[in-house]
Protein backbone atom coordinates (compact mmCIF):
# COMPACT_ATOMS: atom_id res chain seq x y z
CA UNK A 1 0.00 0.00 0.00
CA UNK A 2 1.20 3.34 -1.34
CA UNK A 3 1.04 6.42 1.05
CA UNK A 4 0.70 10.05 0.79
CA UNK A 5 4.13 11.55 0.27
CA UNK A 6 3.31 14.52 2.41
CA UNK A 7 2.64 12.32 5.34
CA UNK A 8 5.17 9.74 5.51
CA UNK A 9 7.71 13.46 4.51
CA UNK A 10 6.56 14.76 8.25
CA UNK A 11 7.14 11.18 9.64
CA UNK A 12 10.76 11.57 8.05
CA UNK A 13 10.59 14.72 10.04
CA UNK A 14 9.38 13.79 13.08
CA UNK A 15 12.25 10.53 13.08
CA UNK A 16 15.02 12.97 12.19
CA UNK A 17 14.42 14.49 15.91
CA UNK A 18 17.29 16.88 16.78
CA UNK A 19 18.95 16.98 13.02
CA UNK A 20 18.01 20.37 10.56
CA UNK A 21 16.28 18.57 7.53
CA UNK A 22 16.17 21.42 4.92
CA UNK A 23 13.81 20.92 1.43
CA UNK A 24 16.55 19.37 -0.42
CA UNK A 25 17.65 17.02 2.61
CA UNK A 26 14.21 15.95 3.35
CA UNK A 27 13.86 15.06 -0.60
CA UNK A 28 16.18 12.63 -0.39
CA UNK A 29 15.56 11.32 2.41
CA UNK A 30 11.86 10.13 1.52
CA UNK A 31 13.64 9.27 -2.77
CA UNK A 32 15.79 6.71 -0.50
CA UNK A 33 12.84 5.17 2.05
CA UNK A 34 10.97 4.87 -1.32
CA UNK A 35 13.54 2.72 -2.83
CA UNK A 36 14.54 0.85 0.26
CA UNK A 37 10.91 -0.39 0.45
CA UNK A 38 10.17 -0.91 -3.45
CA UNK A 39 13.39 -3.00 -3.28
CA UNK A 40 12.50 -4.85 -0.65
CA UNK A 41 8.71 -5.42 -1.45
CA UNK A 42 8.53 -4.25 -4.66
CA UNK A 43 5.61 -1.82 -4.02
CA UNK A 44 6.17 2.28 -3.83
CA UNK A 45 6.40 3.18 -0.30
CA UNK A 46 4.87 7.27 -1.49
CA UNK A 47 1.60 7.82 -4.19
CA UNK A 48 2.59 9.91 -6.78
CA UNK A 49 5.92 9.61 -8.34
CA UNK A 50 9.61 11.47 -8.49
CA UNK A 51 11.41 13.62 -11.26
CA UNK A 52 14.58 14.24 -12.01
CA UNK A 53 15.62 17.66 -11.26
CA UNK A 54 18.93 19.33 -10.92
CA UNK A 55 19.47 18.75 -7.52
CA UNK A 56 18.47 15.21 -7.52
CA UNK A 57 14.96 13.13 -7.34
CA UNK A 58 11.94 15.37 -6.15
CA UNK A 59 8.66 14.25 -5.71
CA UNK A 60 6.45 17.11 -6.32
CA UNK A 61 3.80 17.08 -4.19
CA UNK A 62 6.39 17.12 -1.26
CA UNK A 63 7.93 20.01 -2.87
CA UNK A 64 4.30 21.87 -3.10
CA UNK A 65 3.94 21.17 0.80
CA UNK A 66 7.43 22.27 1.73
CA UNK A 67 8.46 25.10 -0.42
CA UNK A 68 7.83 27.47 1.86
CA UNK A 69 11.32 26.24 4.12
CA UNK A 70 13.60 27.44 1.36
CA UNK A 71 16.86 26.37 2.27
CA UNK A 72 16.37 26.81 5.89
CA UNK A 73 16.26 23.90 8.21
CA UNK A 74 11.88 22.89 8.14
CA UNK A 75 9.74 23.61 11.15
CA UNK A 76 6.62 22.84 10.57
CA UNK A 77 4.74 19.90 9.20
CA UNK A 78 2.81 19.42 6.10
CA UNK A 79 -1.21 20.06 5.98
CA UNK A 80 -3.78 18.51 4.52
CA UNK A 81 -6.44 21.02 3.47
CA UNK A 82 -10.09 19.49 2.62
CA UNK A 83 -11.43 20.55 -0.95
CA UNK A 84 -15.12 21.42 0.27
CA UNK A 85 -14.76 23.11 3.41
CA UNK A 86 -10.80 24.10 2.59
CA UNK A 87 -9.76 23.79 6.17
CA UNK A 88 -6.38 22.27 7.26
CA UNK A 89 -5.65 19.34 8.88
CA UNK A 90 -2.87 17.53 10.40
CA UNK A 91 -1.35 14.35 8.00
CA UNK A 92 -0.64 12.05 10.42
CA UNK A 93 1.52 9.13 8.81
CA UNK A 94 -0.69 5.78 9.05
CA UNK A 95 1.86 3.14 8.01
CA UNK A 96 2.78 -0.27 8.39
CA UNK A 97 5.79 -2.04 9.97
CA UNK A 98 7.58 -2.35 6.70
CA UNK A 99 7.36 1.31 5.79
CA UNK A 100 7.90 2.52 9.30
CA UNK A 101 11.14 0.44 9.09
CA UNK A 102 12.04 1.78 6.03
CA UNK A 103 11.82 5.19 6.90
CA UNK A 104 13.65 4.72 10.34
CA UNK A 105 16.84 3.01 8.94
CA UNK A 106 17.11 5.27 6.09
CA UNK A 107 16.44 8.44 8.78
CA UNK A 108 19.01 6.58 10.70
CA UNK A 109 21.83 5.76 8.14
CA UNK A 110 21.34 9.56 6.28
CA UNK A 111 19.51 12.19 8.51
CA UNK A 112 22.99 13.55 9.61
CA UNK A 113 24.38 13.73 6.35
CA UNK A 114 24.89 17.52 4.93
CA UNK A 115 22.34 18.11 2.32
CA UNK A 116 24.78 18.41 -0.43
CA UNK A 117 26.31 14.97 0.29
CA UNK A 118 22.50 13.30 -0.33
CA UNK A 119 22.81 15.23 -3.67
CA UNK A 120 26.19 13.25 -4.28
CA UNK A 121 24.62 10.04 -3.32
CA UNK A 122 21.21 10.47 -5.33
CA UNK A 123 23.57 11.41 -8.95
CA UNK A 124 25.38 8.48 -8.54
CA UNK A 125 26.80 7.13 -11.82
CA UNK A 126 24.28 4.51 -12.67
CA UNK A 127 21.63 5.79 -10.32
CA UNK A 128 18.13 5.86 -11.44
CA UNK A 129 18.63 9.87 -11.40
CA UNK A 130 21.92 9.55 -13.65
CA UNK A 131 19.62 7.16 -15.59
CA UNK A 132 16.71 9.40 -16.81
CA UNK A 133 18.95 12.62 -16.76
CA UNK A 134 21.27 10.76 -19.36
CA UNK A 135 18.41 9.95 -21.62
CA UNK A 136 17.31 13.17 -21.44
CA UNK A 137 20.56 14.78 -22.64
CA UNK A 138 19.78 15.39 -26.00
CA UNK A 139 16.14 17.11 -24.68
CA UNK A 140 14.67 18.78 -21.41
CA UNK A 141 16.93 16.88 -18.51
CA UNK A 142 14.57 18.01 -15.47
CA UNK A 143 10.94 17.81 -14.71
CA UNK A 144 11.39 14.20 -16.31
CA UNK A 145 9.50 10.92 -14.15
CA UNK A 146 12.01 8.67 -12.65
CA UNK A 147 9.56 5.47 -12.74
CA UNK A 148 9.06 3.10 -9.75
CA UNK A 149 10.48 0.16 -11.96
CA UNK A 150 13.79 2.23 -12.81
CA UNK A 151 14.25 2.82 -8.79
CA UNK A 152 13.12 -0.52 -7.51
CA UNK A 153 15.80 -2.05 -10.06
CA UNK A 154 18.69 0.84 -9.44
CA UNK A 155 18.37 0.24 -5.38
CA UNK A 156 18.28 -3.60 -5.94
CA UNK A 157 22.05 -3.65 -7.94
CA UNK A 158 23.28 0.13 -7.53
CA UNK A 159 25.20 0.46 -3.90
CA UNK A 160 27.09 3.73 -2.64
CA UNK A 161 29.22 4.20 -0.37
CA UNK A 162 29.17 7.06 1.83
CA UNK A 163 32.25 5.62 3.42
CA UNK A 164 34.38 8.47 1.23
CA UNK A 165 32.71 10.79 2.12
CA UNK A 166 33.83 13.39 4.65
CA UNK A 167 32.56 13.61 8.03
CA UNK A 168 29.04 14.92 8.63
CA UNK A 169 29.28 18.72 8.18
CA UNK A 170 32.60 18.74 6.53
CA UNK A 171 30.89 18.68 2.87
CA UNK A 172 29.54 22.33 1.91
CA UNK A 173 27.71 23.56 -0.28
CA UNK A 174 30.79 25.52 -2.02
CA UNK A 175 32.59 22.29 -2.15
CA UNK A 176 33.03 20.56 -5.56
CA UNK A 177 31.91 16.76 -5.52
CA UNK A 178 33.80 14.47 -7.64
CA UNK A 179 31.24 12.23 -9.35
CA UNK A 180 33.41 11.03 -12.11
CA UNK A 181 34.33 8.05 -10.19
CA UNK A 182 32.84 4.90 -11.64
CA UNK A 183 32.85 2.33 -9.21
CA UNK A 184 29.89 3.42 -7.29
CA UNK A 185 31.44 5.39 -4.38
CA UNK A 186 32.38 9.35 -4.29
CA UNK A 187 34.51 11.56 -2.76
CA UNK A 188 34.56 15.21 -2.34
CA UNK A 189 37.59 17.14 -3.79
CA UNK A 190 39.83 19.78 -2.47
Same mark, same amino acid.
Given at each position: ?44 ? %? ?5 ? #????? &? ?15 ? %? ?26 ? &???? &? ?7 ? #? ?11 ? #? ?29 ? %? ?30
Amino acid at each position: MAYDARAVSNLILDEAGRSRITHVALQKLLYFSHGLHLQRTGEPL %VKGYFEA #WQHGP &VHPAVYQAFKAAGAQPI %VFRAQARDPLTGEERALEPDIDDLAFHC &VRRT &VASYADLNP #WALVAISHAKGAP #WDIVVEQAKDGVAFGLRISDDLIRVGFGKHK %VSIRDIQDKGDLHEEAPIDLSNRSGTHSTTG
